[in-house]
């Protein structure tokens, strides 16, 4: 077994545990420790996070900031930041670009953050009434995700807020969630407002149990767990999807079906999955010509541009994407002879007699249908995030007011497309806070 060793951080010390799992890469080689937090700890960790007091939202902004650079430039419990990104890589099988590349977003990104929250936050007043904003709790979960580094930026917004947080991290990637947690106490978080607490699944389920609010990211079984549960965000599936309107430039509209389908490795909840257009012939010769051009290969490798995953998975993928795409599960599969694989990017013609079904994969997968058959809102079901290329700012609106679609981007701008701080499958500050209202003026007397 390797080196790393990554155990329950609880009041800014490490705990470790006696149960646990091995930490592999894609490969199947274990490189390190994953403890456990047992659940007399993980109730101990609760009731100091209880009893914490957040420290003033100045602090808290200045606390961020410097993490942020942290993460970015420093090392981080012996970890430079090119020895994360081999080791989150190489366990997530994320490109290592993608990786490096959140390390030069994650300073911007928490800017983003600082400049938003204190306006979220601000009261406003009417006369003599005050709205003001007021968190929805004190104590926070996240179930972390593994598909791309960049989602955890989230975090900060929670400590931003003044909630104190429990990380539970992903069995395949807890480099990230680490880095960040140990980067926020170095920063000058107070040590007892946050956690770092892994768990298996039933350990997962009793700390959303536990707290007031909580961040869940996964697949289509996640969601359908916490769907019903109004404390709970999930952040699941996104159907993103990308849609032609009239007098839509066609080299524009490849070139923003390929980055809405590649972008960051293809796996992102806002990687377009579906493309509704006029000529999807011509289209997907042009899209496939330039997702062919993707560079495979190992994932700690700087030219790798599209996920890999353990070899047995990438065959369970490979078969789920030959019933959705078409073609026997060999074609989409790439064995790389070291215990890994990686799946080709795909792009296919759905059946026009279909409803549109925007089936998401972990990897660059597209399926375009004919706009012929209608592009009203209604026919895209639940999208997470569209880009529209063509028509008119009416147009534009219907699509932007429809409760299934969330988010709308135009002008060439990929599906891919998100500020830190602004809302994404719903609004994490929304989720959060709450308004009240006060109001100072003597009620008259009847």
Not at 185 to 203: F, S
Not at 230 to 238: A, E, Y
Request: glycine share 10%.
């Amino acid at each position: 077994m390797g080196g790393y060793r990554i155990s329950p951080l609880i009041g800014g010390d490490y705990r470790p545990a006696r149960t646990g799992e091995p930490i592999r890469t894609v490969r199947g080689e274990d490189i390190g420790r994953l403890d456990f937090a047992s659940d007399l700890l993980a109730g101990l960790s609760i009731r100091r996070l209880r009893a914490a007091r957040p420290q003033p939202l100045v602090q808290r902004l200045e606390v961020i900031a410097d993490a942020a650079r942290l993460i970015a430039d420093e090392t981080v419990d012996g970890l430079s930041p090119m020895e994360y990104a081999l080791a989150q890589s190489a366990t997530s099988g994320t490109p290592l670009p993608v990786v490096t590349g959140f390390l030069q977003l994650v300073r911007p990104a928490v800017q983003q953050i600082i400049e938003i929250v204190p306006e979220e936050l601000a009261a406003q007043h009417y006369g003599r009434a005050t709205v003001s904003v007021h968190r929805r709790g004190d104590l926070a979960c996240v179930l972390s995700p593994a598909n791309h580094p960049a989602v955890h930026v989230a975090l900060f917004e929670l400590v931003a807020l003044g909630y104190n947080v429990i990380v539970r991290p992903s069995r395949r990637d807890p480099f990230t969630p680490a880095r960040i947690v140990r980067a926020l106490v170095d920063a000058g978080l107070a040590e007892d407002t946050i956690a770092l607490l892994p768990t298996g699944h039933d350990g997962a389920d009793r700390l959303v149990r536990e707290a007031d609010r909580s961040l869940v990211y996964g697949g289509p079984d996640v969601a359908r767990r916490y769907r019903n549960r109004p404390d709970v965000l999930v952040q699941g599936p996104g159907n993103s999807k990308v849609l032609e309107l009239s007098g839509a430039d066609p080299d524009r509209l490849a070139q923003l079906l390929i980055a809405s389908t590649a972008d960051g490795g293809g796996g992102q909840c806002l990687n377009a999955s579906a493309g509704l257009v006029g000529d999807p012939a011509a289209l997907s010769r042009t899209v496939a010509a330039s997702l062919d051009q993707l560079r495979i290969g190992r994932p700690d490798d700087e030219s790798t541009q599209v996920p890999v995953f353990p070899l047995e998975q990438a065959r369970r993928l490979a078969e789920f994407a030959a019933s959705v795409h078409g073609g026997p599960p060999g074609d989409h599969l790439v064995d790389l002879a070291d215990g890994s694989a990686a799946l080709r990017p795909v792009v296919s013609i759905a059946d026009p007699e279909k409803p549109l079904r925007a089936t998401e994969l972990p990897f660059p997968a597209l399926e375009l249908y004919p706009a012929g058959s209608g592009t009203e809102p209604a026919r895209l079901g639940r999208t997470l995030s569209l880009a529209i290329l063509g028509g008119t700012d009416d147009q534009v609106a219907t699509y932007l007011s429809a409760n299934n679609i969330r988010n709308v981007f135009t002008g060439g701008t990929p599906t891919t497309c998100f500020t830190p701080g602004t809302p994404h499958d719903g609004s994490i500050i929304d989720h959060l806070t709450e308004r009240k209202t006060s109001n100072h003026l003597l009620a008259e007397r009847i």
